[in-house]
Every structure is written in C-alpha cells, then in structure tokens.
C-alpha cells in the first residue's frame, strides 16, 4: 500500500495566528512530497515541491515566507500558514511520491486539512 | 505547455448504466498519465496510472485506456458509491514535477 496522512484534518484559527499541517508518508519513504491547495470545487492548485533536506520549489505567486515548507525527513514534512488570514482559508491537500524522480512516480495523497481562519 | 481536458464535467448516470469518462491531453512526453477519485472534503485517491498507448488497467468496476491523445475511464455497471469527481493528471517529461491535472468529472450514479 502507500498511505499518507495529513494533521490536522480540520483546524479553525485565528486571523493573525499561525497554524502547522503535518504531512506523513505511513508505509513507504518519500523523497520528494508536494503541497496543494484546493478551492470549492475547483482542481488542485500546486503549491510548492518539498525536498528531503532541500529548500522547497515554490509555484509562482506562493508566497514562500508566508507558506513555510520543512521536509525534515523522508516521512514528514510540514506546512506552516504564517500570520493566517481569511483569504488564507481553505482546504491544504499534500502528496508524496512513491518511487525515484523519472522511474516510477506515482504521487498518492494525504485525506487534506481545511483551515478557516476567522 | 501541458494541458489536460476532461469531459464531460458532471454525468449523472442510473445504477446500472456503463459510460466512460474521457481525458484528452497534450504533454511534451508523457511520463505518466494519473486517474484519482475525489470524494467532496477528502483528498484524491489513487486509482490507476498508465505509461504507454495501448495500455490497459483495471480494478473492480472500473477500467482505465490510454491513446497517444487520450484516456477513457471506463465504468461498467456503477453503483451508487461510484459517485465521486474523478480527476485525470498527466506528468510530462520536461523536467517539471509538476502534476497538471484537468478539471475532473463529476459523477453521480441514481440509485
């Protein structure tokens, strides 16, 4: 199997605060995970590209001090939504490859977190 | 610049009634062609992925066909629990890590 899971899965805020997402791969090791971000019924938005041990590839217009990216290890990495605002709400979807860049890479996908922030 | 196009964006089908859901795409070098079901407030779920034209997936109710311009998802007698948005995503082979997904079927599948 390839199991991902995300933390927390709902969480409510307050404007100004900030709020952590946990992502984990469960029964495999993930060198490359990716953040998306999802609007009602809209496709997923690519966020930014999270290397083990590297800086993250942010998309352009993600504003990368506000979305801060940790990939500490080859099972977790982190989403930081830094002094969380309304416009900032929504629902945070991460994936991790399984398998080596250009070989076999499939992404499989965490069950999500929204965040509202009041 | 890769593209994906899916069709149609809602089909509403009765428990029964086999369709197939189409995903057309332009890809500088397909690397991997990507099915995931998507159930309202949950992330994608993985269904199939398919590398080369003429291959073929299948799983349960559900089978997945590739072209060299298209893949069908193919839905043999749905039931109800089939109902969910099924996204199609492509990745190319320009460097890029990046999924491009298209904007997903909606299904409903009538008791």
């Known amino acids: 199997g390839a199991v991902v899971s995300q933390h927390p899965s709902r969480v409510i805020c307050k404007s100004g605060t900030s709020v952590k997402i946990e992502c984990r791969s469960l029964?495999?090791?993930?060198?490359?995970m990716f953040w998306y971000r999802q609007f009602p019924k809209k496709s997923l938005m690519l966020m930014a590209t999270?290397?083990?041990?590297?800086?993250?590839?942010?998309e352009q217009g993600v504003e990368k001090d506000k979305f801060l990216i940790n990939h500490a290890s080859l099972t977790l990495s982190t989403l930081t939504v830094t002094s969380a605002h309304p416009e900032d709400s929504s629902f945070y979807i991460c994936?991790?490859?399984?398998?080596?860049?250009?070989?076999?890479?499939?992404?499989?996908f965490g069950p999500g977190t929204r965040l509202t922030v009041l | 610049e890769d593209q994906v196009t899916q069709s149609p964006e809602a089909l509403r089908l009765q428990e029964g009634e086999s369709s197939s859901l189409n995903c057309s795409y332009t890809v500088s070098g397909l690397r991997g062609l990507f099915w995931y079901r998507q159930d309202p407030g949950k992330g994608p779920e993985f269904l199939f992925t398919?590398?080369?034209a003429g291959e073929e997936k299948e799983k349960e109710r559900l089978k997945a066909t590739l072209t060299k311009k298209e893949s069908f998802l193919h839905i043999t007698a749905p039931k109800p629990e089939d109902s969910a948005t099924y996204l199609c995503?492509?990745?190319?082979?320009?460097?890029?890590?990046?999924?491009?997904f298209g904007k997903g079927t909606k299904l409903t599948v009538n008791p």
């Open positions: 995503a492509v990745l190319g082979q320009g460097g890029s890590e990046k999924l491009v």
């Open positions: 999270s290397n083990e041990g590297s800086k993250a590839t942010y």
């Open positions: 994936s991790a490859r399984k398998g080596l860049a250009g070989v076999r890479d499939t992404q499989y």
């Open positions: 398919l590398y080369s």
């Open positions: 029964d495999f090791q993930a060198t490359t």
